[in-house]
């Protein structure tokens, strides 16, 4: 693991803990040259599916193109860092355990905007309307109606 400070390539950990799920190893590291210290991150590096995309491209999935939507998405709403990771967790656990080599983005799309309605309302809508690509107002407020609709007959 290369020093972020000064690009030297040994270290030793200082301290490692697991997630709350176990899914990722936080190792803190100290740089046998310059003795700054960092984090790095470890985890299990999953075989996830291409993504086809809505003009029939493939390309491999991104969880970091993910998160920057999600993220965008969330900006200046009460919704943490932990629930946006926790949403992408599940997402690509579902398509893990979907063994499926190719997925349409409309069907991973979908499974996002699911999670999101979730956690917060006006975030999902904030998706809904660049992912689905709203062409008019009337759209834009179809989508809003019909989570008003959903909610009054919970």
Same mark, same amino acid.
């Given at each position: $693991? +290369?020093?972020? !400070?000064? %690009?030297?390539?040994?270290? =030793? &950990?200082?301290?490692?803990?697991?997630?709350?799920?176990?899914?990722?190893?936080? +190792?803190? +590291?100290?740089?046998?040259?310059?003795?700054?210290? !960092?984090? /790095?991150? #470890?985890?299990?590096? %999953?075989?996830?599916?291409? &993504?086809? =995309?809505?003009? %029939?491209?493939?390309?491999?999935?991104?969880? *970091?193109?993910?998160?920057?939507?999600? #993220?965008?998405?969330?900006? =200046?709403?009460?919704?943490?860092?932990?629930?946006?990771?926790?949403?992408? $967790?599940?997402?690509?656990?579902?398509?893990?355990? /979907?063994?499926?080599? #190719?997925?349409?983005?409309?069907?991973?799309?979908?499974?996002?905007?699911?999670?999101? @309605?979730?956690?917060?309302?006006?975030?999902?809508? +904030?998706?809904? /309307?660049?992912?689905? *690509?709203?062409?008019?107002?009337?759209?834009?407020?179809? #989508?809003?109606?019909?989570?008003?609709?959903? @909610?009054?007959?919970?």
């Amino acid at each position: $693991m +290369r020093c972020p !400070f000064c %690009n030297h390539i040994e270290d =030793k &950990v200082i301290d490692s803990r697991q997630s709350k799920d176990g899914d990722v190893i936080r +190792r803190r +590291r100290e740089c046998l040259k310059c003795e700054g210290r !960092f984090t /790095s991150y #470890e985890r299990i590096e %999953n075989i996830l599916p291409h &993504v086809i =995309k809505k003009d %029939n491209r493939r390309e491999p999935y991104d969880r *970091q193109k993910i998160l920057q939507g999600l #993220e965008k998405a969330c900006e =200046k709403r009460p919704v943490s860092v932990e629930s946006i990771e926790a949403l992408v $967790m599940r997402v690509e656990k579902n398509l893990q355990e /979907s063994n499926e080599k #190719e997925i349409p983005s409309s069907v991973l799309g979908e499974q996002i905007m699911d999670g999101l @309605k979730e956690i917060d309302e006006v975030a999902y809508v +904030r998706f809904a /309307s660049v992912y689905r *690509q709203f062409k008019d107002i009337k759209e834009f407020m179809q #989508e809003i109606k019909d989570i008003v609709y959903n @909610k009054k007959k919970i």
